[in-house]
């Protein structure tokens, strides 16, 4: 069966630091692969998605990058966090089920900037 | 740009009785919406899909409606039991021309024993 693992679950991190979130995925090939943000009190914010290896699409302009060095593994990255990147980040991948994309999310990191 | 409006105030019923949700959207033309439960602090969990060809859906005690005229979606939940509160999230697409799918804000449901 298909999982999806996401790490770490929890961080507090100062202003300016670097951030790495990592999210990979077991049991499928070739999967669409997505970063979401989940700010208190918003719905699912789409940062990134990759249809394949090195193929990233960005959704909105950010202080945020994404990589996707293998097939199943996906990674969030900052040089300089902001204050206003604090929030829940959530990685998914898809399935295609009758021609729609439904998505599986992992657990989530929680992601506070001090 | 589309939107989707789900009830921001969290809808409190007590257990047994059908819980409805409601999902708004403009400015879009799904082909498919979905729902999704939300537990605190976790990922949301995929629970429904309805294309656009069809009027209703069901799986057990959930039941989905898809009114593309009125650009509206309702989820109901029968029976509702304490282990159904969460926020439930409604998404919408693919679309014809993306891949990709626009969540809604979510309603928190709370059902007391």
């Known amino acids: 069966s298909q999982t999806i693992h996401q790490w770490p679950a929890t961080l507090v991190q100062p202003v300016g630091s670097p951030l790495s979130l990592e999210c990979t995925v077991e049991g499928t090939s070739n999967p669409n692969l997505y970063w979401y943000r989940q700010a208190a009190g918003r719905g699912l914010q789409l940062l990134f998605y990759s249809v394949g290896i090195g193929q990233i699409s960005s959704e909105v302009p950010q202080n945020l990058s994404a990589s996707r060095p293998q097939d199943r593994q996906f990674i969030l990255s900052s040089k300089k966090l902001l204050l206003s990147d604090s929030g829940f980040y959530l990685c998914?991948?898809?399935?295609?089920?009758?021609?729609?994309?439904?998505?599986?999310f992992g657990a989530g990191s929680r992601l506070t900037v001090l | 740009s589309q939107k989707i409006e789900q009830n921001s105030e969290a809808l409190n019923i007590q257990e047994g009785k059908t819980a409805t949700l409601t999902c708004n959207y403009t400015n879009y033309s799904p082909a498919y919406l979905q729902w999704y439960r939300q537990d605190p602090g976790r990922g949301p969990v995929f629970l429904l899909l309805i294309r656009e060809n069809e009027k209703e859906k069901r799986k057990e005690r959930l039941k989905v409606t898809f009114d593309t005229t009125l650009k509206q979606s309702l989820f109901h939940i029968t029976a509702s039991q304490p282990a159904d509160s969460a926020t439930y999230l409604c998404a919408l697409g693919p679309s014809y021309n993306t891949d990709k799918l626009i969540f809604g804000t979510g309603t928190r449901l709370q059902v007391f024993p």
């Open positions: 998914a991948w898809s399935v295609k089920t009758s021609g729609a994309n439904v998505l599986t």
